[in-house]
């Protein structure tokens, strides 16, 4: 994943992750707080009904009062002089808009029923039995001013009232009872209008006796309210209705649901002086609730979408030209990694990117400088080693000549004093000089030619076994001089492989050599084989050729296998090629690996260190493709 990848994701995520709660905090918070909003504005409309019915209630008692003290009623009452205290009354009845009016004497007979049909006609009405209600009888038989409230049917429209009823005394003596009616109804719309709630009246028993909410399916038979489903949903049974008429605060109701649409109730006592005359509920609809909720969710929703746009663009904006710079680096450093130095990053900001592109730059034009001065030094050497090379080669031929006539005269100067054992000595001498040098100069040979890559393989069927045979028996005497005990296991069973028997006799050759000189007398050298599994699976030979020898230290395991590197201070050598740490040219090992690679084997060497007191030892191993691929270049024959 990319760095543009890494930041934008985590960033986004956590930002829709911030945003939703933050989303649902708030949201919840403000349906919470308009809940209590609600509880509050039912409380509010309760309290403002409860006064406003108090003064409707007060304001009605008043003009009660006013009937009983006007002149000549109580007399008339009395006397049940019907014309005068129509008289009297009429004009106060108009004047305060009053919807009922009775006037009742001591036997309970209605002697005056005024009842407004509509604005301009006021009616004399009839008896209507008002006078033998039951709530009146107790005015009726006091001897004292007395006022009473109910809300009661009126037995003339069969319609819910709130009644105050008052005294009328003449002389200290109670004559007879005025009683001044509100319709229910009326009064209900003007309390819905100030609480701003609908509301519901209820018996002592607790029944929903009138309501301005009219559900639905109660519209129909308008004429024969009963209220029912107001009744199943707002009805109070006796403990709900105690816990109202005992608590002198208002009670907030459960939530209910009438047609689908939900609403709170608060209910609280109608209570005038002592007694109560029922209680009342005002309600509100949730819909206002749902609907806010819905709204601020809605408006919250667009806010949280344009600030979590918002932050992820500041986010992007902030993130962008570090993404950049990192992007440039990148694309440098990957172009340095594939070689090409040209490459800058040119970033000039003034931050730790700019500063950092600005020393990757420098770097990278003084790793130019020093790769074109390296690449100078490097084609210098490379000129230095063909010349060496060169030499090498022109030396060792122009050593083979004279060389062959040394060793051609030597022994026709031996065969001519065969007789003289002095002669013979100093002549067999020279001899052994001249091979050994010829073995040097035919080693440099080698070399040359490994390095010119025209080194000849020849491949043939090869027993490794005879190979390795014929290269041990070339240090039999040496082996016995040095008193070293040669093992050789598992190579007679090796398979056969393709490969030149000739040169990896030199191999062998150089290899044992070595142990031979760097394994002090006595010591033991082993040469091991075995089938292995190289790359692909492909069946490989190993051999292992392990002295008691004076061992390598590390740092030195990849170089003995360039030519002319020896480990030791050269001069410390003895001389002779299979004497103890006996001198050589430093070609042995990179003739070996010369031939291997040709193979397109492996040759490596293990050893714990150098130790010449201790002696752990070395390992050489070489490993040989069953059937190699020879290349063009390694058959190519030396001129
Ligand atoms: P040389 O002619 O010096 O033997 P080689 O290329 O054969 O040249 O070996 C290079 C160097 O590797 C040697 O000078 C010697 O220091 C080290 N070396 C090679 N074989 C062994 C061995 N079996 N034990 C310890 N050192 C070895």
Redesign the pocket.
Known sequence: MSIRWKVIIPYVLLTFVVAVIGLYVITHLVAVRQEERLRNQLLEAGRIFSTQFTLQERRQLQTARLIAYTVGVADALQAGDRASLEKLIRPQVATHKLKQVFLIDLQGQEQLHLFQKDKDTLELMGDVGMGKSQWLSSLLITNSELARRVLAINPQDNKYYLYSALTVMLNQNVVGVVVVGTPLDSLLQSLKMVSLADVVFYDTQGRVILSTLQPESEIEGAEAKNYASLQSAFGLDQIALNEILQSPELVLGENVFIDGRGYSIARGVLQIGREPIGVFGVILPLDFVTAFAAESRNFYSWIFILIVAGVFLVGYFVSRPMIVSLQKLLTVSQAVAAGDLSHRAHLRTNDEFGVLAQTFDEMLSNLQTRNAELQKAHKILEQMDRAKATFIEVAAHELRTPLTLVKGYTQMLALKFKDEPETVALTQGILEGAERMQEIVSSMLDVSRIDSNILKIVPEEVNLGVVIGRACKTFQDALKERNLTLTIQGVDGLPLIQADPDQLYKVFY?LLM??I??TPDGGRITIHGHLVEGEGGRGQVEIIVS?T????DPEHHQL?FEKF????EVYMHSSGKTKFKGG???????IARGIIQAHAGHIWVESPGHDETRCPG?QFFVRLPLRAEFHECDTISAP
């Open positions: 150089h070595n142990a000189k760097y002295d020898g004076i061992g390598i003995i590197y020896q480990t030791g050589g040219p430093g070609l042995g090992l990179a070395s």
